[in-house]
C-alpha cells in the first residue's frame, strides 16, 4: 500500500470493521490473551511493543513475544489482554480500548491464544516493563511490520514454519504468526493462519 501508515489509528479501525476473525474452542486448551499495543514513539512514530522474554523463565525463555498471558479463572480473554499490560509493561488500559482482534491460534503447548489490538495514548518510552517478564522491548514501526516473511518446510510437519524478518532475528509462530495476520489484515488482505506450523523447539 502507498504512502499509507499501516499502524495509524484511524486506517487500523478500518481495516479492522470489515475482519472477522475466527474463533476456537478451547476443548481443554489455556486460553491465552496477546496485545499489539498502537502507540506514538517520541518522534510521533505509530509503533507497537514487542518483547524479548528473560532468559531464565520457564516457558520459552529469550523468546521474541508480545505482552500477553494466560486468562486467569474467571476473566474475559478482553480483562486478561488488559492485564498483562499492566503486569508486563506498566501500561494501564481498559477493554473499551481494544479496536480489533486477530484470529485465535492453537499452538503445541496446548493453548489458544486470542490477540487484541488496542490503541493506547501512552508515549512509547513511557512504558515500564517488568523485568521478571521483559528482558528487552523494541518499538516496531509500521515498516518493521510491512515485510514479507519466510515459510519453511520441516519434516515433522505438512504445514509451513512461518518466521517474520524483524531486525537482525527471525521471529517464529505463535509471534511470527500473529503479526504476520496483523500485516495482512492492515493491508486489505483477509489471510488465515491456522496452516502455519511453529518450529519444532518451540512445541514444548
Known amino acids: 500500500m502507498v504512502n499509507v501508515d499501516l499502524l495509524d489509528r484511524a486506517h487500523v479501525e478500518s481495516a479492522f470493521a470489515t475482519f472477522e476473525p475466527k474463533s476456537v474452542d478451547p476443548d481443554?486448551?489455556?486460553?491465552?490473551?496477546?496485545?499489539?499495543?498502537?502507540?506514538?514513539?517520541?518522534?510521533?512514530?505509530?509503533?507497537?511493543?514487542?518483547?524479548?522474554?528473560?532468559s531464565k523463565m520457564r516457558a520459552h525463555p529469550g523468546q521474541f513475544a508480545l505482552p500477553g498471558g494466560s486468562v486467569d479463572p474467571g476473566e474475559t480473554p478482553e480483562e486478561?489482554?488488559?492485564?498483562?499490560?499492566?503486569?508486563?509493561?506498566?501500561?494501564?488500559?481498559?477493554?473499551?480500548?481494544?479496536?480489533?482482534?486477530?484470529?485465535?491460534?492453537?499452538?503445541?503447548s496446548g493453548f489458544v491464544i486470542r490477540p487484541f489490538v488496542v490503541w493506547s495514548g501512552v508515549d512509547f518510552d513511557q512504558?515500564?516493563?517488568?523485568?521478571?517478564?521483559?528482558?528487552?522491548?523494541?518499538?516496531?514501526?509500521?515498516?518493521?511490520?510491512?515485510?514479507?516473511p519466510r515459510f519453511v518446510s520441516i519434516e515433522e510437519s505438512?504445514?509451513?514454519?512461518?518466521?517474520?524478518?524483524?531486525?537482525?532475528?527471525?521471529?517464529?509462530?505463535?509471534?511470527?504468526?500473529?503479526?504476520?495476520?496483523?500485516?495482512?489484515?492492515?493491508?486489505?488482505?483477509?489471510?488465515r493462519i491456522d496452516n502455519l506450523e511453529q518450529p519444532v523447539f518451540a512445541w514444548r
Open 127 to 148: 512504558l515500564v516493563p517488568n523485568p521478571d517478564e521483559v528482558a528487552s522491548m523494541y518499538a516496531v514501526t509500521s515498516a518493521e511490520l510491512d515485510v514479507e
Open 158 to 191: 505438512p504445514n509451513p514454519v512461518v518466521q517474520w524478518p524483524f531486525r537482525t532475528s527471525l521471529v517464529h509462530a505463535p509471534t511470527g504468526a500473529v503479526v504476520y495476520q496483523l500485516r495482512e489484515v492492515l493491508s486489505g488482505r483477509h489471510t
Open 80 to 108: 486478561g489482554a488488559v492485564r498483562e499490560l499492566s503486569e508486563e509493561l506498566g501500561l494501564t488500559t481498559t477493554p473499551a480500548d481494544i479496536i480489533g482482534r486477530l484470529d485465535d491460534y492453537v499452538t503445541r
Open 28 to 54: 481443554g486448551r489455556r486460553l491465552a490473551s496477546v496485545v499489539f499495543a498502537l502507540m506514538r514513539d517520541a518522534d510521533g512514530t505509530s509503533v507497537f511493543p514487542l518483547t524479548k522474554r528473560p
